[in-house]
């Protein structure tokens, strides 16, 4: 079983950055990759981007690609999305997602392959 807490929302002016933290607890870290996903009201749960076990492999959705980054820590057990020139359509709740895999290139992109979630943290972009 793996623990996720996501932290770091708030609200922000459209150009805005936030950066998102995701906290894991509970199995080895390292053994997991991550992902970022959102949910804006009235619309389905959407991928943002995602890094493999060792952080040397993203993927990302088009609408974050060179704004978005994502990182992580494994001596810390945390995750990060840092979001730059941010936009009004960015606002959602958003979620980490953490997936096992014994393959060290995996970097899932559909919420359905990933084993854990966070509870969310609700991200507001004012124009």
């Known amino acids: 079983q793996v623990q996720l807490v996501e932290s770091g929302g708030g609200s922000v002016q459209a150009g805005g950055s936030l950066r998102l933290s995701c906290a894991a607890s509970?199995?080895?870290?390292?053994?997991?990759?991550m992902g970022w996903f959102r949910q804006a009201p009235g619309k389905e749960r959407e991928f943002v981007i995602a890094?493999?076990?060792?952080?040397?492999?993203?993927f990302y959705a088009d609408s974050v690609r060179g704004r978005f980054t994502i990182s992580r820590d494994n001596a810390k057990n945390t995750a990060y999305l840092q979001m730059n020139s941010l936009k009004p359509e960015d606002t959602a709740v958003y979620y980490c997602?953490?997936?096992?895999?014994?393959?060290?290139?995996?970097?899932?992109?559909?919420?359905?392959?990933?084993?854990?979630w966070g509870q969310g943290t609700q991200v507001t972009v004012s124009s």
């Open positions: 997602a953490a997936r096992h895999t014994e393959r060290s290139d995996y970097t899932p992109v559909l919420a359905a392959t990933y084993n854990y």
């Open positions: 509970g199995r080895t870290f390292s053994n997991y990759a």
């Open positions: 890094l493999n076990r060792n952080g040397g492999n993203t």
